[in-house]
């Protein structure tokens, strides 16, 4: 009985244990940290510091982006540029050009993102041929759309 009940059961078993696996595309590894693609709005204002790590600051600017191109640049941090030369700030996405270039071209560069809205936080590049204390960086505050 028990023989003929397995034997009943045998194709039915087959066609349920037999599917092809290998047919199926895996399915896409997301993780739960990684930050929404950011796409750059054509106005937005941010802060961004020029320091690396615990360096201090190089300048700290205000800058406003309206149709992706940067209109206005201002200083904030009470400090005058007296023997050093002013910083033109790119915008968002020029400055992660200018980290995938850099990476194109053999450098270390770097750039964290904003958990949210997934804007650049900080974008840090060092070329080979810097000392790590000439890397350029940028840290990025006060990020606001509009």
């Given amino acids: 009985m028990k023989l003929a ?5 045998a194709p039915l078993l087959l066609v349920t244990g ?7 595309p895996p399915a896409p590894v997301v993780s ?17 510091d020029r320091k690396c790590g615990d360096q201090p600051s ?9 149709d992706g191109d940067v209109t206005a640049t201002e200083r ?8 050093e030369e002013e910083i033109q700030v790119p915008t968002l996405a ?5 980290a995938q270039m850099a990476i194109e071209d053999g450098a270390d560069a770097t750039t ?8 650049p936080t900080e974008v840090s590049i060092n070329r080979a041929e810097q000392d790590a204390g000439d890397a350029v960086c940028f840290v990025i505050s006060e990020y606001q759309r509009g």
């Fill in 58 to 66: 190089q300048g700290r600017y205000r800058v406003t982006v309206k």
């Fill in 18 to 24: 037999c599917t092809d696996d290998a047919a199926k």
């Fill in 76 to 83: 904030v941090d009470g400090k005058t540029a007296a023997g």
């Fill in 32 to 48: 739960a940290g990684s930050p929404p693609p950011w796409i750059e709005p054509a106005s937005y204002r941010f802060v961004a």
């Fill in 94 to 98: 020029g400055l992660l050009e200018m």
């Fill in 5 to 9: 009940l397995l034997v009943a059961l």
């Fill in 112 to 119: 964290k993102y904003d958990g949210a809205d997934g804007h």
